[in-house]
């Protein structure tokens, strides 16, 4: 059974206003490696491949790729669960307002 709240929260509009300031999740990434504490031989090099990314590190740095990757994808993550807090915090905040409203 749903409620006047869920139905509100289901017929919110679908564009979120500007001044709507939701709560993010909490913001816990592994940290993103620093190309230029490399040696000078290896800096160029990943520089390269942290923008394109289309060729293989070299061994003796793989490990940097590796941290490069799982700072990229815990961001990601991050990003997609921060679009869905805000998509959500939206719709219960218009419900309850709705119900504020017609309560007066």
Known sequence: MSTRRDYFAAHAPAEIPSWFAHE??????PPMPDYRKLDPAHQ????????????DLPE????????????REAKADWDDANYAARFFQWRWYYADMMIVVGAA
């Not at 993010?24 to 990434?29: A, G, V």
């Open 44 to 55: 160029d090099i990943a520089l390269d491949w942290q923008r394109d990314g289309c060729f």
């Open 60 to 71: 003796e740095i793989a490990w940097f790729g590796k941290e490069v990757e799982a700072h």
């Open 24 to 29: 993010q999740p909490k913001r816990d990434l």
